[in-house]
Nanobody
Framework: VQLQAFGGGLVQVGSSLKLNCAAS????????MGWFRQAPGRDREFVAG????????YYADSVKGRFTISGSRSQNTMYLQMNALEPEDTAVYYC????????????????WGQGTLVTVSS
């Protein structure tokens, strides 16, 4: 499975941005999908996940209520809608796919996209 994340950019505090993760073949509804991010000098951290049952989602506390993960089976694409962005959200965002339902640990994901940079300016 090849994943490609895109949609990042430079935005101001309080803005919204939608990330996309396109897959080379069917992933939504087959794999547990996730978004991770890595800020400069920090470890990669879990952001949001979507279980094989599309619509069953889970989030890191830091983004709960602001970010929404979703996916389209027909488009083989996963999304991350990010609202009310904060400077602390600045990071490279990665999409990933794995077989362990509900996974939050990056070690439990088998396939990774190349990352897309989100910069939130104050």
């Amino acid at each position: 499975v090849q994943l490609q994340a895109f949609g990042g950019g430079l935005v101001q505090v309080g803005s919204s941005l939608k990330l996309n993760c396109a897959a080379s073949r069917r992933t939504v509804g087959v794999y547990n999908m996730g978004w991770f991010r890595q800020a400069p000098g920090r470890d990669r951290e879990f952001v949001a996940g979507m279980r094989q049952s599309v619509g069953s989602t889970y989030y890191a506390d830091s983004v709960k209520g602001r970010f929404t993960i979703s996916g389209s089976r027909s488009q083989n694409t996963m999304y991350l809608q990010m609202n009310a962005l904060e400077p602390e959200d600045t990071a490279v965002y990665y999409c990933a796919a794995g077989r362990i339902s509900g996974a939050r640990n990056s070690d439990h994901y088998d396939y990774w996209g190349q990352g897309t940079l989100v910069t939130v300016s104050s």
